[in-house]
């Protein structure tokens, strides 16, 4: 069995509760709430500020010429072309560029980035792809969900969003992704292969928090707005 049918196996209970998430199927729907979708925006804008730098560990981390251009690709892909998505939904939001780039984040975004960059600092290779991998994956799988829904990359506001997740390209940095976390589980023993699927499941329940936090906009609790 391939390691990632193997994660995916374990990680389903986690993911299908993604597609009955109110924001997911809001975005499907159209009916989210705009300012849900941008508090989720903004967050998610910091998010892959630092899943970029993930990247380009990545690619200090990878052992051959091969590797290194598969995440120098991820990385030029995510900055030039995920991260554009946003830029142009905040421009349609009113948010100015500063703005976005100067938003608090909120505990759940910073308890997220922040185990994804320790472990993949830490860690190795393998650790850094089971630490992204549910990121790019799960979001591709939504993608594709959403875009079955009738309308739904069609809509008006939402459907830029649905386009982008269930592309083709944005499905192959997933492939990319899921075959070099398959070529570097190869003999690796069953102890160090249950570490890797803790990481994986592990930043899978924190994209669930991550819908969670964005559909209840959660701040500090400490904190007036
Ligand atoms: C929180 C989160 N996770 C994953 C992705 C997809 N790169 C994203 N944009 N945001």
């Not at 690709?73 to 500063?98: C, F, K, V, W």
Request: proline share 3%; glycine share 6%.
């Amino acid at each position: 069995m391939l390691f990632t049918n193997r994660l995916y196996e374990k990680a389903k209970y986690i993911w299908d509760q993604y597609y009955k998430h109110p924001f997911v199927k809001g975005i499907g729907d159209g009916t989210l709430d705009i300012d849900k979708f941008r508090f989720y925006m903004e967050q998610d804008y910091l998010y892959l500020i630092d899943y970029s730098r993930l990247f380009a560990l990545g690619s200090l981390k990878a052992p051959d010429l091969e590797t290194m251009t598969v995440f120098a690709n991820l990385l030029h892909s995510t900055l030039n072309d995920e991260m554009e998505l946003h830029r142009q939904y905040a421009e349609r939001l009113g948010i100015p560029r500063e703005k976005l780039e100067n938003t608090k984040p909120a505990p759940t975004t910073l308890a997220y980035t922040g185990y994804m960059l320790n472990i993949s600092q830490r860690g190795s290779l393998a650790d850094l792809i089971a630490a992204v991998l549910p990121c790019t994956w799960s979001y591709y799988e939504i993608g594709l969900r959403l875009n079955q829904i009738l309308g739904a990359s069609e809509h008006e506001f939402y459907g830029e969003w649905v386009k982008m997740y269930a592309s083709e390209e944005f499905g192959q940095l997933a492939e990319w992704l899921k075959n070099l976390m398959n070529k570097l589980a190869e003999g690796k023993t069953e102890q160090e292969l249950k570490e890797l699927e803790d990481i994986f499941l592990t930043t899978s329940k924190f994209e669930y928090m991550f819908w969670e936090m964005s559909y209840q906009k959660q701040m500090w609790p400490t904190d007036k707005e």
